[in-house]
């Protein structure tokens, strides 16, 4: 499904599925514990993303197997909350 301006109803996830997070910072080493201190319990990947073009900030992609909407979103709001976390998307 494309989603566009014309487009009303959102896709449907089906759960459990993998679900990939950007978090983006300042620090590399402050992200990769944000990380580990808030997807320790489950099995999760994380690489290196990108760096601004003047260096200030850096991103880092995080992944695991979510199985509904309500942990996913906890996750999401963890990562918003946390304060070494600029942005999360």
């Not at 991103?59 to 990562?79: I, T």
């Amino acid at each position: 499904m494309i989603l566009d301006d014309k487009t009303k109803e959102k896709p449907t996830i089906e759960y459990p599925c993998e679900w990939g997070f950007k978090v983006i910072g300042t620090d590399k080493e402050k992200l990769q514990k944000c990380i580990f201190d808030i997807m320790a319990y489950k099995d999760y990947k994380c690489r290196d993303g990108n760096i601004s073009s003047k260096g200030k900030f850096i991103s880092m992609n995080a992944s695991c197997e979510v199985c509904s909407q309500e942990e996913r979103d906890e996750l999401f709001k963890a990562f918003q909350d946390h304060c070494d976390v600029k942005m999360v998307i």
